[in-house]
């Protein structure tokens, strides 16, 4: 399966617990979002990493959460002292780019539930 | 804010009729997608247009844009069981580095077999 690839699928977290989101992207893609997406809710967009690079993290709260993508190995979204508004569906998109005129291509998502 | 806002949020139809659905933006946009989600999965990419383009084709789908109006609409044609699903449109608007997609809340298909 060359598609995006998330894990876990569900992640169940107690509050003040870390939560860490894995995504590999399609392969010889080296451009990756993350969105999360409430119930009912469209996604919105948290942040946008090339290797190595943050591109734009203007979606993400300020505390507690941070994201990478190194030069080898999958992107990472880290949720650290979980609070239950973290809730949430968090997908993982990617494309080749460069350019805004091609689709990005999306994992199923990791399912985060805070008790 | 870009969000595109659909219309209508939910709509059931019988299989074998079309479905339209529409959404509108608010400033210039350089494209804007149509992606499609099942229950508990990712979206899946449909169609793009460019804002110098009036309509796409793929398959059953057809979307039209209208720079004028701020707005675009997906047709379904000859509806499945299987086209059940939530659809999304999401704009672009190319600032750079900071150039992102912005989904609107998404309709709610419901085809009857």
């Known amino acids: 399966n060359a598609g995006v690839m998330q894990n876990p699928r569900h992640l169940v977290r107690r509050r003040g617990q870390e939560a860490r989101l894995r995504c590999s992207p399609m392969?010889?893609?080296?451009?990756v979002y993350w969105y999360r997406q409430l119930p009912e809710e469209g996604l919105k967009f948290m942040v946008y990493?090339?290797?190595?690079?943050?591109?734009?993290e203007s979606g993400m709260p300020k505390e507690r959460f941070s994201a990478e993508f190194p030069k080898e190995g999958p992107s990472i979204l880290r949720i650290q002292q979980v609070v239950r508004g973290d809730s949430a569906a968090y997908f993982c998109?990617?494309?080749?780019?460069?350019?805004?005129?091609?689709?990005?291509?999306f994992g199923d998502g990791t399912r985060l539930s805070i008790l | 804010s870009q969000q595109g806002e659909e219309d209508p949020q939910a709509l059931s139809i019988q299989e074998g009729e079309n479905a339209t659905m529409n959404c509108s933006y608010k400033?210039?946009?350089?494209?804007l997608q149509w992606y499609r989600q099942n229950s508990g999965r990712g979206l899946v990419h449909l169609i793009l247009?460019?804002?110098?383009?009036r309509e796409k084709h793929s398959g059953r789908l057809r979307v039209t844009l209208d720079t004028s109006k701020k707005s675009s609409s997906l047709l379904i044609t000859a509806s499945r069981a299987a086209d059940t699903a939530s659809y999304f449109c999401?704009?672009?608007?190319?600032?750079?580095?900071?150039?992102?997609?912005?989904f609107g809340k998404g309709i709610t298909l419901s085809v009857r077999p």
């Open positions: 998109a990617s494309h080749g780019g460069p350019g805004w005129d091609q689709p990005q291509h």
């Open positions: 392969k010889g893609h080296s451009h």
């Open positions: 990493l090339q290797k190595e690079n943050i591109i734009d």
């Open positions: 400033t210039s946009i350089n494209n």
């Open positions: 247009i460019r804002s110098n383009e």
């Open positions: 999401a704009t672009v608007v190319y600032t750079g580095a900071n150039s992102k997609l912005t």
